[in-house]
């Protein structure tokens, strides 16, 4: 079956340092992915719609300066927390559909990256 | 818009027995449904999830969930549960097969009593 490949699957990392996580789709091309954030306890919000080739779309209320998201090719997007800070420690989930399936093929997801950041 | 929401943080069953998670949904459109599972430091896997069609929608392990349009609720079940089965699960809804815009609701985790 498809499948989505996120890394690190951890991190930790001083406030003010940056950290980029990837995903990847490894058997098939995603020509959108998308970005979630889950924190303890709660449930997960789609942060931004990264598309390959233009600019990620971000929901309201996430700073697009801060996280930096940039999807290079069919099979990559990557996701970059900007000048960290511990309230940006959070389990990170990014998702992706296989484009020669159309709308209608299902989300897939990576095992997600938990950030600390100290 | 659509929202979700899951009566139960947390469920305990005794291995074996009935397996009954609640998901109640709102929805303007008609909603496409979806239950996921997460195991501890893991991203989501696809349960089962409802289009169209038969409102009785069989999943992976031996779940299953009946849409209820009437109680506007998306029940997931297993008849006995096994160890393995302990993890996150949530529901979601989108207004379109495979959107995006799924919405979640904020999960139950199912504890398993040997």
């Known amino acids: 079956g498809a499948v989505v490949s996120q890394h690190p699957s951890w991190v930790i990392c001083k406030s003010g340092t940056s950290v980029k996580i990837e995903c990847r789709s490894l058997d098939f091309q995603a020509t959108t992915m998308f970005w979630y954030r889950q924190f303890p306890k709660q449930s997960l919000m789609l942060m931004a719609t990264s598309n390959e080739g233009s600019k990620a779309t971000y929901e309201q209320g996430v700073e697009k300066d801060k996280f930096l998201i940039n999807h290079a090719s069919l099979t990559l997007s990557t996701l970059t927390v900007t000048s960290a800070h511990p309230e940006d420690s959070s389990f990170y989930i990014c998702?992706?559909?296989?484009?020669?399936?159309?709308?209608?093929?299902?989300?897939?997801f990576g095992n997600g990256t938990r950030l600390t950041v100290t | 818009a659509q929202s979700v929401t899951q009566l139960g943080s947390h469920v305990s069953v005794s291995e074996g027995a009935l397996v009954l998670l609640r998901c109640n949904y709102s929805?303007?459109?008609?909603?496409?449904l979806f239950w996921y599972v997460q195991y501890p430091n893991q991203g989501l896997q696809l349960l089962l999830k409802y289009t169209t069609g038969a409102t009785l929608v069989k999943g992976i392990n031996g779940f299953e969930a009946e849409f209820k349009k009437s109680e506007t609720s998306f029940h997931l079940t297993k008849p006995s549960a096994h160890m393995s089965d302990a993890a996150e699960y949530f529901c979601a809804v989108s207004d379109q097969t495979g959107a995006n815009n799924l919405f979640f609701g904020t999960g139950t985790r199912l504890t398993v009593i040997p």
């Open positions: 929805s303007s459109v008609p909603p496409y």
């Open positions: 998702s992706a559909r296989d484009a020669a399936g159309g709308g209608n093929s299902p989300l897939h």
